[in-house]
């Protein structure tokens, strides 16, 4: 009999290795890194698959989450010490042993999905940014590792892009999170621009709550600006990986702004096209800049 907390792969639909993986390749893999060698997307597709994975545990599964999530952490550690099951958890752990990469960042994913469980709401950015170094800053320390690249530096460059990416994220589902009780946007934000919880799931978004979405762009900005050296900092495979993130994010910030910061109206999403600019412009731009003078954020227009 299958427990509550088991998730072997006959346990519960949408969780098999092939579903998690299909989806862990369309929705993770950016242009960028489509061109990269198989050896590395096949690395990088295990890493994505095991987030991927655990992500729908903390957001679609319909069982006990909690034990679902520390059935997941009991099958990393298996997985790690060589008796794991699932062929997901088996692929992550095998290429993060060949890569001596520790098991932290994985148990942080966990982590991150069982607070999704229970904390609803962030008082502060800060606190916000804590929630950020557990679900989307672990995936930039995966990669850099893949890429042999990982160091204090480029993995301090890269928590603000993923910071980044995950802000932008939440800003594109503002509406989805808040249908389910989950409001990403601090607290003290919305107090300061006067918004009710309820204007984010309106038909479309208020003045106020424009106001309030161009502040989070512009701090998402803010933050990918500051992370462009770290594209200066890598060579090779690694430079075009990073490089179509950080493309990415800001592709998806053009789209937003395009939108006039209504985020609740229609997805507001960057074309392929608007990224491949982007990411063209960010790797030519780190060509061209000898990193001895720090870039200013441009102002965010409306």
């Known amino acids: ?30 242009v960028a890194s489509r061109f990269i060698p198989r050896h ?17 545990i903390g957001d679609l599964s319909t069982g006990d989450r909690i034990a679902q999530l520390d059935w997941a ?44 469980q229970e904390v609803k709401r962030y008082r502060t950015y800060a606190d916000l ?32 892009a ?11 589902d503002v509406s989805e999170d808040a ?11 919305l107090e300061r621009f006067n918004v009710e919880e309820a204007e984010l799931t309106r038909a479309s978004a208020s003045p106020g709550l424009r106001l309030l979405i161009r502040f989070e762009v512009q701090r998402a900005h803010s933050l990918l600006e500051s992370s462009r050296p770290l594209v200066r900092l890598l060579g090779g495979w690694a430079r075009i990986a990073v490089t179509g993130f950080i493309g990415g994010g800001l592709a998806q910030i053009d789209a937003i702004i395009a939108a006039d910061f209504d985020v609740l109206s229609y997805p507001v999403k960057a074309r392929r096209s608007s990224v491949l600019k982007r990411t063209l412009g960010v790797y030519v731009g780190a060509l061209r800049d000898s990193g001895s003078k720090s870039r200013s954020s441009p102002e965010v227009r409306r």
């Open 1 to 30: 009999m299958t427990q509550s907390g088991d998730l072997t792969e006959s346990a519960l639909p949408g969780f098999t290795s092939e579903e998690v993986m299909r989806k862990a390749r369309v929705e993770n893999f950016s």
């Open 40 to 56: 590395y997307r096949e690395r990088l597709l295990a890493m994505y698959g095991f987030a991927r994975f655990v992500d729908d």
């Open 73 to 116: 952490q009991a099958e990393t550690i298996r997985a790690f010490d060589g008796g794991g099951t699932h062929s997901v958890f088996v692929r992550a752990a095998k290429s993060a042993t060949e890569l001596k990469m520790g098991i932290e960042p994985f148990l942080d994913l966990i982590q991150a999905n069982r607070q999704d």
């Open 129 to 160: 940014e804590q929630y950020c170094s557990l679900s989307a800053n672990p995936v930039g320390q995966m990669v850099l590792s893949i890429f042999g690249a990982y160091s204090g530096e480029t993995s301090a460059r890269s928590d603000e």
């Open 162 to 172: 993923c910071t980044a990416l995950q802000i932008i994220e939440h800003l594109q």
């Open 179 to 189: 249908e389910q009780g989950r409001i990403y946007l601090p607290q003290e934000d």
